[in-house]
């Protein structure tokens, strides 16, 4: 196994930066001094040091997360709570989420320190679908729905939306649905909205735009009040698995 991807695996830090440390001379092979990433190593004999201590070699990791609403998908934040926070009985180092849910979205996150999956699910061209439920004021009919799948413009010289999935589950008003949406919800949902329309359903996508699904329902007049990523490629979210 080449040394940098041995580091990496060992939660040193990213490929990148476990290269550097090898070109700054912090790393030795078997008590030798060791500036070539590429070098190749036997990870059951060699004993590999990063700043004089031995590194054990941990492998790749992978976890499913399920994201409650109120936590950045980040690594650290100066003012929120960040995924990273819910982890900490494990070892962190060169541990990130893969991909990006906003602050109050819920539901599907990995979090790995393998750079190879991560650039497989999120990098454009792979077309991983992603698939999200939703609760949103505002109504969807049936032409709208199939501009959704179509592909939309969201904003003005944006290119078109790929092909998308859009289910629609549920329609009424939001006072005869209110007790369906989760309670914690209803704390951004100001009062006297019981005349108006709710929507729910699920919605997949294969890009990952920012705020993406809030915007391509929004361009149709809907507003997301609760979203949640259900599954990604065959990977669907633990039922088991609390927030
Ligand atoms: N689309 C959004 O609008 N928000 C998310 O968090 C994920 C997809």
Redesign the pocket.
């Known amino acids: 196994m080449r040394l940098d991807k041995y580091l990496a695996q060992s939660s040193i830090g990213r490929r990148k930066a476990v290269r550097g440390f090898i070109k700054e001379e912090k790393v030795k092979v078997n008590g030798q001094l060791e500036i070539i990433p590429a070098t190749e190593i036997d990870e059951f004999s060699d004993t590999i040091e990063y700043l004089d201590e031995i590194v054990e070699h941990i492998g790749n990791v992978y976890y499913m997360f399920h994201k409650p609403s109120g936590c950045i998908t980040a690594r650290s934040d100066a003012n929120d709570k960040t995924v990273l926070d819910y982890f900490e009985e494990v070892n962190t180092n060169g541990l990130f989420p893969v991909g990006r ?2 602050k109050d ?1 819920e539901g599907l996150l990995f979090l790995t320190n393998d750079g190879e999956f991560n650039h497989r699910l999120m990098y454009p061209d792979k077309h991983v679908n992603k698939t ?1 439920f939703f609760w949103a004021f505002g109504s969807l009919s049936e032409e709208q729905r199939h501009q959704l799948e179509e592909g939309i413009t969201i904003e003005e010289g944006e290119p078109l939306t790929k092909q998308a999935k859009v289910e629609v589950i549920k329609s009424g008003l939001f006072a005869s649905l209110k007790d369906e949406i989760d309670g914690d919800k209803y704390e951004k949902v100001k009062k006297n909205r019981d005349v108006q329309s709710v929507v729910a359903g699920y919605i997949t996508i294969s890009e990952g735009r920012k ?5 391509m329902l929004r361009a149709m007049g809907c507003y997301v009040i609760y ?1 949640k ?1 259900i599954s990604i490629g065959d990977v669907v979210l633990d039922k088991a698995l609390e927030k």
């Open positions: 849910l906003d979205t999200y705020h993406q699904v809030k915007r979203l990523r």
